[in-house]
């Protein structure tokens, strides 16, 4: 694809990835096949998207203040710092996966991220039910969560989401606020690692970036109009659909 085509293509994908990940998640299932699509390999097509739509993460951050002070210091301190080394250890586990074997994971991956999409609020729903009994596993857990959203960043959300629901917290504004805390922090960690390899390709990251923050914006005022189930199952089918092109393409 030529290089006009190409940037129109990437800018209107990161506007949409906004715009998803204000309303309902998901905006990776365009930025990161978007980047493919248009020549770049699938190591640094996802070290771009993962820069491409982290901005979203600090706005998100920032609405959730009341909730994540009032939470204990040493807690917010002890998993920063889980999600700091978790983001680290993905972003240093894809640096070093050869590209011909992570081509070949990334199908499995999307198909994966829109199995936890569509699963989402069963998981939490039902993760609920005997929180107590997994206290234990919640740093554990949020370590190997954080590596995965460092290596692959797709369905990081649900993940973290369902993980602290299932080890016990019960008020969902507290989970948002530590979700959207800790997709930051871990991503600033793996994209800082992806940038000091130069897996990102700089151009492409920079169009999206400010992109997909013009689609966060516009997302916001649409997510007071249209109906969550809808954008849910446009997540979802998009998901299927990327996931079975790649599927084509490794094949």
């Known amino acids: 694809m030529d290089g006009a085509a190409g940037f129109a293509l990437l800018g209107v994908a990161a506007f949409g990835a906004g715009v998803l990940n204000a309303i309902a998640g998901g905006g990776s299932f365009l930025t990161f096949p978007a980047l ?17 739509v982290s901005p979203g ?10 909730e994540l002070r009032a939470l204990p210091d040493a807690l917010l301190r002890r998993e920063l710092l889980l999600s700091a080394l978790g983001g680290l250890a993905g972003a ?40 107590q009994a997994w206290q234990t596993w919640r740093q554990p857990g949020l370590l190997a969560t954080a590596v995965y959203g460092g290596y692959f960043n797709g369905g990081l959300g649900i993940l973290l989401m369902a993980l602290y629901t299932l080890t016990g917290e019960s008020r969902l504004n507290t989970v948002n606020a530590l979700k959207n805390l800790n997709s930051l922090v871990l991503s600033l960690l793996s994209v800082a ?18 992109a997909a923050t013009a689609g966060g914006l516009a997302g916001a005022r649409l997510a ?22 790649f599927f084509q393409r490794a094949g």
Request: glycine share 8%; aromatic share 10%; no cysteine.
């Open 224 to 245: 007071r109009r249209l109906p969550v189930t809808w954008v849910r199952a446009i997540v979802i089918a998009t998901g299927l659909v990327m996931s079975a092109l």
């Open 92 to 131: 240093l586990l894809l640096l070093v996966t050869p590209a011909r074997l992570f081509a070949g994971l990334v199908p499995w991956l999307l198909l994966f991220a829109t199995a936890l999409f569509a699963l989402g609020p069963l998981l939490t729903r039902s993760a609920g039910q005997d929180g």
């Open 57 to 66: 993460y600090l706005g998100s951050t920032l609405g959730f203040r009341p």
């Open 36 to 52: 493919v699509f248009t020549g770049v390999p699938a190591i640094a097509a996802n070290a771009t998207s993962a820069l491409a």
């Open 193 to 210: 690692a992806f940038a000091w390899a130069g897996a990102i390709v700089w151009p492409q990251a920079l169009l999206m970036m400010a």
